[in-house]
């Protein structure tokens, strides 16, 4: 598995065992994860804070000339939410663990020029459906259902 990818998928496992939504994420800065996160709407009781949002927010506050280098990793194709902050810092590069569970702004994203590519891991495919089955009524309050 791609190493970024399995680091994002220990955030998700992370989220998991804390009684979470099992999706994490990491923000790449060349070559070196600068912010990783997961989804921490249980843990803090935050209604902002999905994985991609938590990564962003302990990268910290970085200059335009970062984001603009940097590649988001996902375990989960990204909410409306998550794309929004995507386009706002001008993240040029997102990677998707999967999109089987979840169909995520992944069209908006290439149509304001982001590269988008998704790699249908079955770890996090496993990891997603196995929580949705266990929790459907939490894991629709994280999608606005
Ligand atoms: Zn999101």
Same mark, same amino acid.
């Given at each position: 598995? !791609?190493?970024?990818? &399995?680091?994002?998928? %220990?955030?998700?496992?992370?989220?998991? &065992?804390?009684?979470?939504? #099992?999706?994490?994420? $990491?923000?790449?800065?060349?070559? &070196?994860?600068?912010?990783?996160? *997961?989804?921490?709407? $249980?843990?803090?009781?935050?209604?902002?804070? *999905?994985?991609?949002? @938590?990564?962003?927010?302990?990268?910290?506050?970085?200059?335009?000339?970062?984001?603009?280098? +940097?590649?988001?990793?996902?375990?989960?194709?990204? +909410? #409306?939410? +998550?794309?929004?902050?995507?386009?706002?810092?001008?993240?040029? &590069?997102?990677? $998707?663990?999967?999109?089987?569970?979840?169909?995520?702004?992944?069209?908006?994203?290439?149509?304001?020029?982001?590269? $988008? %590519?998704?790699?249908? !891991?079955?770890? +996090?495919?496993?990891?997603?459906? !196995?929580?949705?089955?266990?929790? #459907?009524?939490?894991?629709? %309050? @994280?999608?606005?259902?």
């Amino acid at each position: 598995m !791609d190493a970024f990818l &399995k680091a994002a998928l %220990e955030e998700a496992e992370k989220g998991l &065992k804390e009684g979470g939504i #099992p999706i994490g994420s $990491v923000l790449v800065h060349q070559g &070196k994860i600068i912010g990783r996160g *997961h989804n921490q709407r $249980v843990q803090r009781g935050s209604v902002v804070l *999905h994985a991609e949002m @938590d990564a962003l927010e302990n990268a910290g506050r970085q200059s335009a000339a970062i984001y603009r280098a +940097c590649s988001l990793y996902t375990t989960l194709s990204p +909410c #409306p939410m +998550c794309t929004g902050a995507i386009l706002l810092y001008g993240i040029p &590069k997102v990677i $998707v663990g999967e999109n089987r569970t979840f169909m995520g702004e992944e069209e908006l994203l290439r149509a304001r020029g982001v590269s $988008v %590519e998704v790699l249908q !891991d079955s770890s +996090c495919i496993e990891m997603m459906s !196995d929580f949705i089955r266990a929790a #459907p009524g939490l894991w629709n %309050e @994280d999608i606005g259902m």
